[in-house]
């Protein structure tokens, strides 16, 4: 009996673990540093919850699907938009740290 219950015990903490990696993993997968959209610059969730839309690889979050069409038409504006963005986010970040 005790076997039993130990066995059970493993099954159900491996169960929480796998889950747990797979959350983490998720959360990675889809986190997005901008709150605005890099078409309209609306605040995302100004038009109902964000679109997100996945370009080469790269997870891009807009306002509303309208936006994705526009963006594919000139996906390299938009990723200029996105990188100058990111930069500026990473620069200020690191002057809060260094004071």
Known sequence: MK???FVFLWIVLLS???CS???EEEIIKNFY????CIVTGND???MGGPVSYDHNGTLIKFCCKPCIPKF???PAKYLVLLQEELEAQKAAS???NSS
Not at 33 to 36: C, I, M
């Open 94 to 96: 690191l002057e809060n």
């Open 72 to 74: 594919q038409k000139n």
């Open 21 to 23: 990696e797979v959350n």
């Open 33 to 36: 540093p901008l709150d605005f």
């Open 16 to 18: 929480i673990w796998s």
């Open 44 to 46: 995302l969730g100004d």
């Open 3 to 5: 076997t039993n219950s």
